[in-house]
């Protein structure tokens, strides 16, 4: 199977910058879509970006504009740049990925989660 793991949250002032990574590793066919999700305190989780195999990106509203998605397909790696940061982008962010095991069968992986804290 394919194992996540997030790396780069933490403590910022509104207005800061933060880039958040997600290694892949484990066995799998192929990675397709990977896309970021956070989930804040009270509130049900939500996509933030996605991007395909083939780079195509989709960003929910509130984030348009001052986040990037991207992905590194030679180090299985995606990245969420979040600049222009804001309060209300307080949570803990999880990576997802779809990929398809040696048997070809569509899955879907979850990272652990990093903690994002926007706060003055």
């Known amino acids: 199977q394919v194992h996540l793991v997030e790396s780069g949250g933490g403590l910022v002032q509104p207005g800061e910058s933060l880039r958040l990574s997600c290694a892949a590793s484990g066995t799998a066919f192929s990675i397709g879509t990977m896309g970021w999700y956070r989930q804040a305190p009270g509130k049900q989780r939500e996509l933030v970006a996605t991007i395909s195999s083939a780079s195509s990106t989709n960003y929910t509203d509130s984030v348009k504009g001052r986040f990037t998605i991207s992905r590194d397909n030679v180090k299985y790696t995606v990245f969420l740049q979040m600049n222009s940061l804001k309060p209300e982008d307080t949570a803990v962010y999880y990576c997802?990925?779809?990929?398809?095991?040696?048997?070809?069968?569509?899955?879907?992986?979850w990272g652990q989660g990093t903690q994002v804290t926007v706060s003055s």
């Open positions: 997802n990925a779809e990929f398809r095991d040696l048997g070809l069968r569509s899955r879907d992986s």
